[in-house]
């Protein structure tokens, strides 16, 4: 099994920073790549941030600039959020592309989400 669980969520100021993270857990073989995405009510979800093996870290338009994501050795991806906005308010879900041992001799590619968590920016 592997869990995907996501912490650092809250509310802050205009103008201000958070920081997310997301460890992933579990039977993982090998991690091809984690990323952010967040959704507004109405709204489709979108893709904040990724960092994939071997390839640049890609941003959105929106962030770029201000949001930093990063991963360390224990499967755990971060967003660093800088200079925060109104409009960056919402739900921020983690995603891990793993490949994942199910059997002794049986490795496979899955996608995990985590549960969400909420980020508000208001004065």
């Known amino acids: 099994q592997v869990q995907v669980v996501e912490s650092g969520g809250g509310l802050v100021q205009p103008g201000g920073s958070l920081t997310l993270s997301c460890a992933a857990s579990?039977?993982?073989?090998?991690?091809?790549?984690m990323g952010w995405y967040r959704q507004v009510p109405g709204k489709e979800r979108e893709m904040v941030a990724v960092?994939?093996?071997?390839?640049?870290p890609k941003y959105a338009d929106s962030v770029r600039g201000r949001f930093t994501i990063s991963r360390d050795d224990a499967n755990t991806v971060y967003l660093q959020m800088n200079s925060l906005k109104p409009e960056d308010t919402a739900v921020y879900s983690c995603?891990?592309?793993?490949?994942?041992?199910?059997?002794?001799?049986?490795?496979?590619?899955?996608?995990?989400w985590g549960r969400g968590i909420q980020v508000t920016v208001s004065s």
């Open positions: 995603n891990a592309d793993l490949m994942v041992k199910l059997q002794p001799a049986l490795i496979d590619r899955l996608t995990y």
């Open positions: 579990g039977s993982i073989f090998f991690v091809n790549g």
């Open positions: 960092i994939t093996s071997g390839d640049s």
